[in-house]
């Protein structure tokens, strides 16, 4: 049995949303394709995920110091731990965004800062950092108006782009990506557009 993490970032839902609409269907052929694994949704917008501020540097000083933490600072260090153990012992992840502003919402940057962790999901060595995850795999549903996977805007996309790198970074050397792109551009056929993406989703789901 396989543990996969669902992880969306976007604050609405299928009936609105392309990304939603095509990881719902991703995940939904999943499920029914891999009944024996174990499915966990991580909503960045609604799932607490601290931001590394002040009271978690503060935190995470006292622990090495063996002082004792403010019920504040306590409460995000542990849940900090939570999701950095939680992705550590994931086999796989499926991460859905939007693209904005040429990246993704904030989000999910402050999740990528709560499991990039030195000492479990990468360590540094005398030849540089080394990825620890290295028997995990990764899809990357985003949803972007416009044409980045080639062309002139190409050099522009840096949402799959960060998540690409920063799960290299921790060693996951299975990356994929299903790209809904081009509905802002033609918006005549943005339904077909979509349609695809989602076919492309579900046929890739029997596999992942």
Same mark, same amino acid.
């Given at each position: 049995?396989?543990?996969?993490?669902?992880?969306?970032?976007?604050?609405?839902?299928?009936?609105?949303?392309?990304?939603?609409?095509?990881?719902?269907?991703?995940?939904?052929?999943?499920?029914?394709?891999?009944?024996?694994?174990?499915?966990?949704?991580?909503?960045?917008?609604?799932?607490?995920?601290?931001?590394?501020?002040?009271?978690?540097?503060?935190?995470?000083?006292?622990?090495?110091?063996?002082?004792?933490?403010?019920? %504040?600072?306590?409460?995000? +260090?542990? /849940?900090?731990?939570?999701? #950095?153990?939680?992705?550590?012992?994931?086999? =796989? @992840?499926?991460?859905?965004?939007?693209?904005?502003?040429? %990246?993704?919402?904030?989000? +999910?940057? /402050?999740?990528?800062?709560? #499991?990039?962790?030195?000492?479990?999901?990468? =360590? @540094?060595?005398?030849?540089?950092?080394?990825?620890?995850?290295?028997?995990?795999?990764?899809?990357?549903?985003?949803?972007?108006?416009?044409?980045?996977?080639?062309?002139?805007?190409?050099?522009?996309?840096?949402?799959?782009?960060?998540?690409?790198?920063?799960?290299?970074?921790?060693?996951?050397?299975?990356?994929?990506?299903?790209?809904?792109?081009?509905?802002?551009?033609?918006?005549?056929?943005?339904?077909?557009?979509?349609?695809?993406?989602?076919?492309?989703?579900?046929?890739?789901?029997?596999?992942?």
């Amino acid at each position: 049995m396989s543990q996969v993490l669902y992880i969306t970032a976007h604050p609405l839902d299928e009936m609105v949303s392309n990304s939603m609409a095509v990881g719902k269907s991703f995940i939904d052929t999943y499920k029914a394709e891999h009944p024996e694994d174990e499915v966990v949704h991580i909503d960045l917008f609604k799932d607490e995920v601290p931001e590394i501020d002040a009271e978690v540097f503060s935190g995470w000083g006292k622990l090495q110091s063996g002082e004792t933490l403010t019920d %504040s600072e306590q409460q995000k +260090v542990n /849940r900090l731990t939570e999701l #950095v153990d939680q992705f550590v012992a994931a086999d =796989k @992840y499926v991460f859905v965004t939007p693209m904005w502003n040429l %990246s993704f919402p904030p989000a +999910v940057k /402050r999740y990528f800062d709560a #499991v990039a962790v030195a000492g479990k999901t990468f =360590k @540094y060595t005398a030849e540089g950092p080394q990825g620890l995850l290295t028997d995990k795999a990764a899809l990357h549903i985003q949803s972007r108006g416009g044409y980045y996977s080639e062309g002139p805007a190409a050099d522009f996309e840096l949402g799959d782009r960060y998540i690409r790198t920063i799960l290299a970074f921790m060693g996951v050397p299975d990356i994929s990506l299903i790209a809904i792109e081009g509905h802002n551009a033609e918006p005549e056929n943005a339904e077909e557009i979509k349609l695809n993406a989602i076919q492309q989703a579900e046929q890739f789901a029997k596999q992942f």
